[in-house]
């Protein structure tokens, strides 16, 4: 019999077992078996050379700087989101939902860079043509680009080494024959990013890597593929929208602050520097159940508009949807304007939308989302001018969030006249109070009442 040349691993809890198995014996979890390549046992020698092994720690102070050479991606958005530019044999992963425009935004990146690089495409999804008719549909050159159209990294291997800068697109179609399992698999993923990371570090190869992500929303494939990454970036965003937001949530070489706007064309992804009311509809102010709050996304504050809509519920249960904000914080919300502002919504269905595709993390949204939502049953519309911020609590409050001055100040820059805000946050707000009016609120109840005084 054939020699076993892998394992398959708990990813809970380590426990190996030579076949696949549904359920751990040791830990009990369910579905956590990756396969993994079996590591040869040390022989006497390695033993020895570990032990004799002269690498040394060194002294802090004789620690000498390693330079960042860093290059621009041919994108300036992109440019700031990785932290000034492409870090050279660094390892970039782009995640994002399918059809979001990965391999637009990296096919851009490649015809740039191989101006002047030696640049190798690995599509592992597409074929080479389809490659090249992209590219002479965004009209971005990239001639000397190589393009190679593989799924076995093992065969790939000597081409990715001769190469400067190396696009896969993607992570989960490649495949390497030193594991048996299927490619997109926990094992086969975790397997192909290590050894590309071992190549990058070794032979200052840069790569840029796609990835996809799950239903839920995360990286396809382990959480150790994060971890091995140098830079992380989401590319996010609704399929039907045009504006994409590139977002990094691992950075090894710049901050996690930043974001980059875009905007999707025939051309391809394009940088957007006005961003400040992409986020915002032209007919605001004149339907009910809008409301706009600053929001800060990044080092960022955009005005982000927040559209809701109520409608009678025709089932024995409403019906709640949400996009761009979490569904539990909405119910949560409507929950709160239900017990403490007296807002009979057990009847109504709510669906809330943010406007232009963005995704709203921050609780500082959550004060907009009422305010929309009691326009939306009043049935009266929120001034135009008029903006909100604050987080809300489970017992009405309105707490405090950061950025307070930011915020204002950017609805300021945007012409509007009134900020309801946080009464915490007045103060460190108060060298506005002549150009703009400031309402402090300490309760959702005191916002109703300011929004629509008469009733
Ligand atoms: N021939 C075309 N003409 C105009 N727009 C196109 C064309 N092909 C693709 N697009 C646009 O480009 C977008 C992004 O495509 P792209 O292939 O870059 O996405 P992706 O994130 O790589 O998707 P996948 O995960 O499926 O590889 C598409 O959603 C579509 O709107
Ligand atoms: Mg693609």
């Excluded at 709510?350 to 995704?359: E, P, S, V």
């Excluded at 959550?366 to 326009?375: E, K, N, Q, R, Y």
């Excluded at 204002?408 to 009464?423: D, H, S, T």
Aim: aromatic share 6%.
């Amino acid at each position: 019999m054939a020699k076993a040349t892998t394992q398959f691993v708990c990813s809970e809890c380590g426990y190996t077992s030579p076949k696949w198995l549904g359920r751990c014996p040791e830990c009990g979890k369910f579905n956590t078996f990756a396969e993994e390549p079996l590591a040869p046992a040390p022989t006497k020698k390695t033993q020895s050379a570990f032990r004799l092994n002269s690498t040394r720690p060194t002294p802090l102070k004789e620690v000498q700087y390693e330079k960042f050479e860093r290059i621009s991606s041919g994108i300036r958005e992109l440019d700031i989101v990785l932290g000034g530019g492409i870090v050279k044999g660094s390892l970039v992963l782009v995640g994002g939902d399918p059809g979001v425009g990965k391999s637009t935004l990296l096919t851009q990146v490649a015809a740039h860079l191989a101006r002047e690089h030696k640049v190798l495409y690995l599509s592992a999804e597409e074929s080479c043509s389809q490659v090249k008719l992209r590219c002479e549909r965004l009209g971005v050159g990239g001639g000397d680009m190589l393009l190679l159209n593989e799924t076995c990294l093992d065969n790939a291997e000597e081409a990715i080494s001769e190469a400067e800068y190396v696009i896969i697109d993607s992570i989960q179609a490649v495949y390497t024959e030193a594991l048996s399992s299927a490619a997109g698999s926990v094992g086969q993923v975790r397997e192909c990013a290590a050894r590309l990371m071992r190549i990058a570090k070794s032979r200052g190869i840069t790569f840029f890597l796609v990835g996809h992500v799950t239903k839920e929303g995360t990286l396809a494939g382990p959480k150790v593929l994060e971890h091995i990454m140098d830079t992380v970036l989401y590319f996010e965003g609704e399929r039907t929208e045009n504006f994409k937001i590139l977002r990094a949530v691992k950075n090894r070489f710049g901050s996690v602050q930043e974001v980059g706007v875009f905007e999707m064309s025939d051309k391809g992804v394009l940088g957007v520097s006005d961003y400040s009311s992409i986020f915002l509809s032209e007919t605001r102010g004149e339907a009910a159940g809008a409301a706009v709050t600053p929001s800060e996304t990044g080092n960022r504050c955009m005005m982000v508009e927040i559209q809701t809509l109520m409608t009678k519920t025709s089932y024995g249960l409403p019906r709640r949807m949400s996009l761009g904000i979490d569904l539990n914080r909405l119910i949560v919300l409507v929950a709160v304007l239900e017990k403490r502002c007296g807002m009979p919504l057990a009847s109504q269905d709510i669906y809330l939308n943010a406007m232009g595709g963005i995704k709203l993390s921050e609780p500082s949204a959550d004060l907009a989302v009422t305010a929309a939502l009691a326009s939306a049953e009043r049935m009266i519309p929120i001034d135009r001018y008029t903006a909100l911020f604050g987080e809300v609590g489970l017992t009405g409050e309105v707490r405090s969030v950061s950025f307070a001055e930011k915020r204002v100040n950017e609805c300021l820059k945007m012409g509007f006249k009134r900020v309801i805000l946080p009464a915490k946050n007045l103060k460190a707000c108060e060298k506005f109070k002549d150009k703009i009016e400031l309402i402090p609120v300490s309760y959702v109840s005191q916002m109703i009442k300011a929004l629509f005084p008469s009733k």
